[in-house]
């Protein structure tokens, strides 16, 4: 039975997802990179996004040309955006905060992933 599960063990197991690179290295720091491109990157797009949309609503304050519901509905739209890109930054810097804490080295550097795509 101890042969069995020897040879069991030691078939190398591939198809399609992540494959280890080195036998001495693991799959989570690639794992790591691959989440920490996915949350830069949505974290860029957020930011763009909501920069964005507070220009458009400062665009429609000075349209409304003093029309109360015109501006009321562009101050509102305003501080939802502004809300919006101040969570963003908040969630940003606390997950930095949590990664350094918890000894994550690359969480939000993008250098790394994409360097390591081009190259192939």
């Given at each position: 039975?101890?042969?069995?599960?020897?040879?069991?063990?030691?078939?190398?197991?591939?198809?399609?997802?992540?494959?280890?690179?080195?036998?001495?290295?693991?799959?989570?720091?690639?794992?790591e990179n691959i989440i920490s491109a996915i949350i830069g990157i949505m974290t860029i797009i957020g930011v763009i996004y909501f920069t964005i949309q507070i220009i458009l609503a400062g665009f429609?304050?000075?349209?409304?040309?003093?029309?109360?519901?015109?501006?009321?509905?562009?101050?509102?739209?305003?501080?939802?955006?502004?809300?919006?890109?101040?969570?963003?930054?908040?969630?940003?810097?606390?997950?930095?905060?949590?990664?350094?804490?918890?000894?994550?080295?690359?969480?939000?550097?993008?250098?790394?992933?994409?360097?390591?795509?081009?190259?192939?």
């Amino acid at each position: 039975m101890n042969q069995l599960t020897n040879k069991l063990l030691a078939y190398p197991l591939t198809g399609p997802g992540i494959q280890p690179s080195d036998t001495n290295v693991g799959s989570a720091p690639q794992i790591e990179n691959i989440i920490s491109a996915i949350i830069g990157i949505m974290t860029i797009i957020g930011v763009i996004y909501f920069t964005i949309q507070i220009i458009l609503a400062g665009f429609t304050m000075i349209a409304s040309q003093g029309d109360p519901k015109e501006l009321e509905s562009a101050k509102k739209r305003l501080t939802t955006n502004v809300m919006g890109l101040a969570i963003i930054i908040l969630a940003y810097g606390l997950g930095a905060l949590i990664a350094n804490l918890l000894g994550m080295s690359s969480v939000f550097n993008l250098q790394t992933f994409f360097s390591k795509t081009i190259a192939q």
